[in-house]
């Protein structure tokens, strides 16, 4: 593959992994803290349940389950909220930043007046502004509907780790191995979300100014699909249904950190 272009915010991508990994993490360790505490009645050491809690308390299950619902209510009552929004806001300041900066040089050098090209500051582009609240609000859904499918499988593996025998050392297991998927699942949404935004706004701008045609760039690394590598250099119109990925612009297709360079 050729060099590593500098069309796409590869690093605010990875810092905005990083700081979605963080909370991840975060609620890891809400996890354990809590479930020490609620199944302590009921789990020992090791890979044992509790042998007595059958004997002692027949419906001991039912207590497991109880003691699930309030990790569940308490994992949901976790004041992260203001955290996310802050992180997303953050995030997506610096993309829409990104995109001005590349819509200047690309208006510079095809000499169009900076001033008609919609650069204005958010604040005063109802436009920008109504698709930035859009883009906030879903990635601040993304990210709470990944906690609470964190904490719902967690509730089903727990209890069928407890109710089969398991005990500490098996819940740990399930307990790293749901981590895993969403440290992971934080790493899709960071490269998704940003290539859509930045291709969004770069489309707008780029529209804005005149522009009616771009270029496909991709990263030119070893992570470009095979299919991208294909469309690499190509021009296409805007807002053609048949261009680009199937009508999606650089950026759009899921995972995509390809963008566009538009041309008159």
Known sequence: MG????GYPIK????YERQICKLVRGWQKDVSDMLVSYLKPYVVGGTKVLADAANDDPNWHDGVQQALKLFALQMDSEKDEQTIESIVKRWLITVDNFSKKKAEKYASGAKVEIGTVGLNPLKDNPTLQNYTK???AE???LIKTMK????????????RTVTNGGGVTDISHAINYRTGMSLRHAGLIAVDQTGKALSQLDAYRSKQAGFTKYIWRSMGDGRVRPKHQDL???TFKYDDSGGGDNGQLPGEPIRCRCYAEPVE
């Open 148 to 159: 609470r499918r964190y904490t719902d499988q967690l509730q089903n593996d727990i209890y």
């Open 12 to 15: 605010l991508e990875k810092w």
């Open 134 to 136: 859009s883009k906030i």
């Open 232 to 234: 690499d250099g190509q």
């Open 139 to 141: 990635n601040i859904s």
């Open 3 to 6: 060099k590593r272009r500098n």
